[in-house]
């Protein structure tokens, strides 16, 4: 009887593992254009609900690159700081933690002609909500201590009704169905 439990506990686990990476989506930044200047990136992002666990992928050609920055950097296109930065011609970034995430080309000039991209990661989230135009947001949490004004602001909600926290989590997910199963397994 111990062997059949331990049997549906690891079928459990592995379908749940499974869920949770297919949940997670791969974002092709600036969809067919790619990373490129002359790209709209704002509008590309708004109607867009980014997760952790999602992918940002960037297509570019030689003579770009993919640079990661704080929140002061990208306002300013201030190039040399990056925390991380990549210039193979293809790059995913995971999105890794909740929060702000700010990406600039390297390349001087090219993020003063839009080549910036400013992504919003919720913990996991199913709609957008974008902020009418000039709406302000929170200050920053990367030691800037300034408020900017954005055209459009991606805002974790659930279509649900019950909220992010339960709904949507891949995590509450894999843990009622691993309670289920401990449930029936302790019953028989």
């Known amino acids: 009887m111990a062997g059949m439990g331990a049997r549906i506990v690891g079928i459990v686990l592995v379908f749940g593992m499974v869920m ?7 974002y092709t930044v600036g969809g067919s254009s790619g990373w490129a200047t002359g790209v709209d990136y704002t509008t590309w992002t ?3 609900t980014f997760a952790v666990g999602d992918n940002l992928v960037f297509n570019y050609g030689s003579g770009h690159t993919v640079d990661e920055v704080s929140g002061t950097d990208y306002k300013s296109c201030t190039t040399g700081n990056s925390i ?8 995913t970034i995971p999105l890794k933690t909740a929060g702000t995430h700010y990406f600039i080309c390297g390349i001087v000039g090219h993020c003063g002609m839009g080549m910036k991209l400013s992504v919003t990661v919720g913990s996991g989230s199913t709609t957008t909500t974008p902020a009418a135009k000039g709406a302000t947001t929170p200050p920053s949490t990367d030691g800037s201590n300034t408020t900017e004004t954005t055209p459009a602001v991606t805002t974790p909600t659930s279509s649900t009704g019950l909220g992010t926290s339960l709904s949507s989590s891949p995590i509450m997910a894999l ?4 309670g289920v ?8």
């Open 84 to 91: 991380t930065s990549d210039s193979s011609g293809a790059t």
């Open 46 to 48: 708004s109607d867009k």
């Open 20 to 26: 949770m990476s297919s949940l997670a989506k791969d």
């Open 181 to 188: 199963v401990l449930s029936v397994l302790v019953l028989s």
């Open 175 to 178: 843990m009622t169905i691993a």
